[in-house]
């Protein structure tokens, strides 16, 4: 799927402000500083369309982006930063919380896991706090141009390894390079299968 048109519509603190119509989207999720808002431009080909920065705590709020007129891309908040003080730390968990309990248009969540790192407990709880509630997802290793091949296979096997001590199968994955545009066909073409699938 190509995509021609991607554009900025909003930003919301409340769920309940986000836009009306029932154009399905496509979240992404994951600790702060993990890559959310630099896929969201890889994706669309369009430097600076989400904000990102190399200090945590950039995005604060939900942000719809859309896609081709068709659909939407959803810029999250992340989760687990720490400096932001705890009314701040509460502020956003209950923005990331209530837009993936009581978001109808979401389509597909997309979990962002750091492709650097072992397997961090704050995603594992995430995760199984997605799986508490009933909410699907799949796993986008971010970050792949930051490891050698090995290291990067070893920690995906690990994280595979982690996960199912919790799950009985492993959700879809994606290893992706914001940096280097890998992983963006697998991604879209995926977005694609689910929405030819809605028609
Ligand atoms: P918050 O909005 O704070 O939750 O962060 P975020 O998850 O949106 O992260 P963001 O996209 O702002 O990226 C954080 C930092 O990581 C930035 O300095 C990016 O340039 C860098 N980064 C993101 N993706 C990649 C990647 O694939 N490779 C490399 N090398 N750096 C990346
Ligand atoms: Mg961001």
Redesign the pocket.
Known sequence: MEIRKAEFVISNSDVMKCPTDTRPEYAFI??????????INMITNTKGL?????K????QLINHFLIDDSWYLV?L??YG?AQRGKTGRENIRKIIEDYIMYREQLTALFV?IDSRHEPQQIDLEFMEWLGENEVPFSIVF?????NSFSRLKENIESYKASLLEVWEELPQMFI?????KQGREELVDYIDAINKSLK
């Not at 971010?142 to 930051?146: E, F, G, N, R």
Request: glycine content about 12%; proline content about 6%.
């Open positions: 994951g600790r702060s500083n993990v890559g959310k808002s630099s896929l989400a904000m990102t920065s190399s945590p705590g950039k995005t810029d908040p992340g930063y962002l971010t970050k792949a141009d930051k992706t390079s914001s940096e280097k």
